[in-house]
């Protein structure tokens, strides 16, 4: 699921990550390059299926492009070092930010504090 979802912009089914209801302090970061991408000290439950954060742990590791994949506009987000693809983020989240990036679990692993 990892390769299909990093590398070939999968989405893996939703609620099928163990990440989506971890409660755990630590950094989730891009399973291929090991790049710290998002903390738990961001995410939230948006009841979507899917890990969900309202902002990246460091900024310059995450990097996006507009994808037409479904008919309409998207931001899609990755890896800013590998290009591993992550998810989306979109406008809906909670504040700070106002935004809600909605990740693969399958596209990270979970690093404990």
């Not at 590398?7 to 989506?20: C, I, R, V």
Request: proline letters at 7%; one cysteine or more; glycine letters at 8%.
């Amino acid at each position: 699921m990892a390769r299909h979802v990093t590398q070939n912009h999968g989405t893996e089914p939703a609620f099928s990550s163990p990440l989506n209801s971890n409660k755990q302090r630590g950094s989730y970061n891009c399973i291929v390059c090991n790049t710290p991408v998002f903390s738990s000290e961001h995410k939230f439950d948006s009841g979507t299926g899917w890990p969900s954060f309202h902002s990246p742990s460091n900024p310059a590791n995450i990097a996006s492009k507009t994808d037409y994949e479904i008919g309409y506009a998207r931001t899609e987000v990755h890896c800013a070092k590998c290009k591993a693809h992550f998810g989306h983020v979109f406008n809906d989240g909670p504040q700070p930010t106002g935004l809600r990036y909605c990740i693969n679990g399958a596209a990270m692993n979970f690093v404990a504090k």
